[in-house]
C-alpha cells in the first residue's frame, strides 16, 4: 500500500507542477490581455487551489511514508504559498514585486520535491543487484 501511495506522492506533485505552469501563464495573460479589464480571477483561483493541494501534499507525505526531508520540504513549500498570498495583497509596490520571484522559488522547490518523490518511489521498485545471490547463500545455510 506504501508503494502506491509514493506513486500517488510523486504523481500528486506532478499535477501541481503543472498547475503552476498554468499559473504562470495566467500570470502572464492578466498582464498582457489588454482586454481593458482585471483579468487575474482565474490566477487567483488556481492559485488557491494550488495551495490547497500543497496543503494536502503534506498529509499525502505522511500516508506515502516518505523520508521526513521531503516532508520537511512540503512544509516549507507550504510557508512559501502562505507569503505568496501575503505578497499578492501588500500595499507596497516594491514587498509586492517579490511575488513573482517567490513564485519562481514556489516553481523550483515543487520540482525539486516531485524528482525527490520519484526517487523515494522509483528506489522502493527498483531491485537490488546481488540480492538474489544473497537470498541463495542464506538459503543453502539453513
Known amino acids: ?13 506532478g499535477l501541481i507542477s503543472a498547475a503552476i505552469l498554468l499559473q504562470l501563464y ?9 482586454n481593458g479589464l482585471n483579468s487575474f ?5 488556481l492559485g488557491a487551489l494550488i495551495g490547497i493541494a500543497v496543503l494536502v501534499g ?3 507525505a505522511f500516508a506515502a511514508r516518505v523520508p521526513w526531508r ?8 507550504s510557508a512559501l504559498m502562505i507569503i505568496q498570498a501575503v505578497l499578492a495583497h ?3 509596490q516594491g514587498i509586492s514585486a517579490l511575488h513573482v520571484v517567490n513564485g519562481v522559488l514556489i516553481f523550483a ?5 516531485t524528482r525527490e518523490a520519484w526517487r523515494v518511489a ?11 545471490a544473497v537470498q541463495a547463500a542464506g538459503a543453502l545455510k539453513a
Open 26 to 34: 495566467l500570470a502572464g495573460y492578466g498582464v498582457f490581455g489588454f
Open 41 to 45: 480571477g482565474a490566477h487567483l483561483i
Open 58 to 60: 503534506i498529509g499525502l
Open 109 to 113: 522547490l515543487t520540482l525539486y520535491l
Open 122 to 132: 522509483n528506489l522502493e521498485a527498483a531491485p537490488v543487484p546481488g540480492l538474489e
Open 1 to 13: 500500500m506504501v508503494r502506491y501511495m509514493r506513486w500517488f506522492y510523486t504523481g500528486w506533485f
Open 90 to 92: 501588500t500595499r507596497v
Open 70 to 77: 521531503i516532508t520537511g520540504i512540503n512544509g516549507v513549500l
